[in-house]
């Protein structure tokens, strides 16, 4: 397959011969979508967290005495129902990422090469045009 090189100024250059076996494979885009999926999730930070019941701040003595109060009976402020007190099932630091084998990104990489190589939006980019320092 040929393909046009272009240098910064979209001027075209010359023609390039490029693999059949990377640009001209039967795109997948089950593929394409794990690897997308991978590559997001290994982006995540995952550092949101709150505090439980054990890292809040406060008293463990009870608020009040358990009897004669005509209150009802409560221990610590740093259970959940109270303003101030932990969260239950918060969100905690986790790593986001998993595995991915290494056929299958190449696979995904292919694939997507394939797709623009088909649909006429691969470019090769010239750049002897630039200041080697």
């Keep these: 397959m040929k ?3 272009v240098d910064i100024l979209k001027n075209k250059q010359k023609d390039y011969d ?3 076996d990377v640009f001209s494979i039967e795109p997948r885009s089950d593929v394409i979508s794990r690897v997308v999926r991978w590559q997001l999730s290994k982006k995540r ?3 949101h967290k ?3 019941r054990s890292e809040v701040k406060s008293t463990t003595a009870k608020i009040y005495r358990q009897k004669g109060t005509g209150k009802a009976r409560h221990g610590p402020p740093s259970v959940v129902q109270f303003r101030g007190g932990g ?3 918060g969100p905690l630091v ?3 990422s998993h595995n991915l084998p290494k056929k299958i990104r190449i696979l995904g990489l292919k694939s ?3 797709i623009k190589a088909r649909n006429g939006k691969l470019n090769i980019l010239e ?3 630039f200041d080697k320092k």
């Design 3 to 5: 393909v046009k090189s």
């Design 18 to 20: 490029i693999n059949d």
């Design 94 to 96: 986790r790593d986001h």
């Design 112 to 114: 997507a090469l394939s």
């Design 127 to 129: 750049n002897e045009n």
């Design 45 to 47: 930070t995952g550092n």
């Design 87 to 89: 969260v239950v099932h």
């Design 50 to 52: 709150i505090k439980s």
